[in-house]
């Protein structure tokens, strides 16, 4: 942890870009996503990306070091929907331990390779917890508006489960991403306190939220700085947003967290507003001039990418933050 909080506030520290987008170049088959293992399984498994970490690992370690290569210091696990509330689409919820413990140590192995090589700038290992595929603050249902598909507890359990398997791997640190229900992440966030204190040990969190769209707010209603303070009562080494938006428009939400947060402020857009065909074309140099601005006004410590960035794209702003001073911040006490 000293290690990682000494680079922070050192230099800004870039991380990694869409481990989707990479993954679907692969055009992996539903047999690929089986492997020898789950051949018998009784649903279909096409389109289970944390599995990948078990049935494809080879692949996934490729992936980290392209991104590793390409100038990230943090990597990011497989693991967006790896808790057994999300996997259990399909039928795989006693494998959500499994799959974070996994996904864990190809990231680390990954990231020690190139610290090896580099000693002087350390790649660190990121746990992704994702925000599950139910919303605990939102009824699934219309027509029943007080029904809620997942409760608190399920939440805190299911995400536990998921800190545990990712620490065990490896990781590093535990990033809370892409939140939409604060609610939601206010379980994960209680999970990992409990981790913490029944092991004795200090993890950094981060946080990144997701504003989902030019109301500038998140999907259960809060804005930019009502999101900031859910989540304050916890010690967090940064807290940022990511998805949903390009750069050039998530700009104004990250202002209000800069001015109003003393933590490390962190941002991983999209690679601009999806196509028609639900795609992304800003190029590499486009998405770097627009992070630009980030790092002129001062407004992050850790820069990345989100849907539709590659490799190319993190390349490019990793240039780009090397010539930019870190935003002042104060560590978690």
């Given amino acids: 942890m000293e290690k990682f909080e000494k680079n922070l506030s050192e230099r800004i520290l870039v991380l990694d870009g869409a481990m989707g987008t990479m993954l679907q170049r692969h ?23 944390d599995l990948l970490s078990i049935t494809q690992p080879e692949a996934l370690k490729k992936v980290h070091e392209a991104y590793l290569e390409a100038g990230a210091d943090i990597i990011e696990t497989n693991t967006f929907s790896a808790t057994r509330i999300a996997m259990a689409d399909y039928q ?5 331990y499994e799959i974070n413990v996994a996904a864990a140590r190809v990231a680390k192995e990954a990231a020690d390779a190139f610290t090896k090589k580099t000693p002087e700038k350390p790649r660190f290992v990121a746990g992704s917890m994702g925000p599950t595929n139910r919303t605990a603050s939102l009824s699934p ?44 992440a206010k379980a994960a966030l209680f999970a990992i306190e409990e981790v913490k204190e029944e092991r004795g040990i200090d993890v950094p969190i981060m946080v990144s939220g997701t504003i989902t769209d030019a109301s500038g707010r998140t999907l259960s209603g809060q804005t930019a700085e009502a999101f900031l303070i859910s989540v304050s009562h916890v010690p967090l080494v940064s807290v940022g947003f990511n998805c949903a938006l390009g750069a050039k ?9 800069a001015r109003r947060s003393d933590s490390a402020i962190s941002a991983h857009p999209n690679a601009g507003l999806p196509n028609a065909f639900g795609e992304y074309d800003e190029t590499p140099e486009q998405m770097a001039a ?3 601005v980030f790092l002129e006004k001062g407004l992050v410590n850790i820069i990345g990418g989100c849907c539709g960035t590659t490799p190319e794209h993190i390349r490019a702003i990793a240039e780009m933050a090397a010539k930019y001073q870190p935003r002042p911040f104060a560590l978690p006490v």
Avoid: C, H
């Avoid at 047999?31 to 990306?49: I, T």
């Avoid at 795989?92 to 959500?96: K, P």
């Avoid at 428009?249 to 967290?257: G, S």
């Fill in 249 to 257: 428009q998530l700009r104004p939400y990250l202002e209000v967290l």
């Fill in 92 to 96: 795989m919820e006693e494998l959500a």
């Fill in 27 to 49: 055009g992996f088959e539903e047999a690929d996503f089986r492997g020898d293992r789950f051949a018998d399984w009784p649903v279909s498994l096409k389109g289970n990306n």
């Fill in 141 to 184: 249902d219309v027509e029943d508006p007080g029904f809620r598909a997942v409760s608190f507890d399920e939440l805190r359990a299911s995400y536990k489960e998921q800190a545990e398997g990712l620490l065990e791997g490896g990781a590093d640190m535990l990033m809370v991403e892409t939140i939409f229900d604060t609610l939601n």
């Fill in 290 to 292: 627009q992070i630009q």
